[in-house]
């Protein structure tokens, strides 16, 4: 599954069968989208409008 949800956002990061979300402070200009029920991707926008996922863990964990 993780693979199949990593296929979709690189085709469409805005997915809505991601459920990607914008974060709050203090994680400004970060966003998150589901790889599983109980693991979440971390990723940001660059200035070129590419997407950077820089973390995958289980989602009691990363927003820590």
């Given at each position: 599954?993780?693979?199949?949800?990593?296929?979709?956002?690189?085709?469409?990061?805005?997915?809505?069968?991601?459920h990607?979300?914008?974060?709050?402070?203090?994680?400004?200009?970060?966003?998150?989208?589901?790889?599983?029920r109980?693991?979440?991707?971390?990723?940001?926008?660059?200035t070129?409008?590419?997407?950077?996922?820089?973390?995958?863990?289980?989602?009691?964990?990363?927003?820590?």
């Amino acid at each position: 599954r993780c693979g199949k949800q990593l296929e979709l956002f690189r085709s469409n990061p805005r997915d809505p069968r991601l459920h990607m979300k914008k974060l709050n402070a203090p994680y400004d200009g970060i966003f998150s989208f589901r790889v599983t029920r109980n693991f979440r991707a971390l990723f940001y926008f660059d200035t070129k409008g590419d997407t950077i996922v820089f973390d995958i863990d289980n989602r009691k964990d990363i927003y820590r």
